[in-house]
């Protein structure tokens, strides 16, 4: 993996768990956007994933 991949993943990870510490002290509306934070940063760490896993089924 390279290393950029490799900072956007723990990036991706941090969002998510902020996220979900967002939702966990929120009431209201922001419970949502907590939940939505984890949802990207969850997502964006599998699309790193998968980047990785392409180049790489595509280098042979």
Known sequence: M???R???LVLSVL???T???AAAAAHDY????GLGLFGFGTFF????I???F?????AY
């Open 19 to 21: 996220g979900l510490f």
């Open 2 to 4: 390279i290393p950029s």
């Open 30 to 33: 922001l419970q949502a956007f």
């Open 45 to 48: 760490a599998f699309g790193c």
């Open 15 to 17: 969002i998510a768990v």
């Open 50 to 52: 998968k980047r990785h």
């Open 6 to 8: 490799a900072f956007f």
């Open 54 to 58: 392409d180049e790489r089924e595509a």
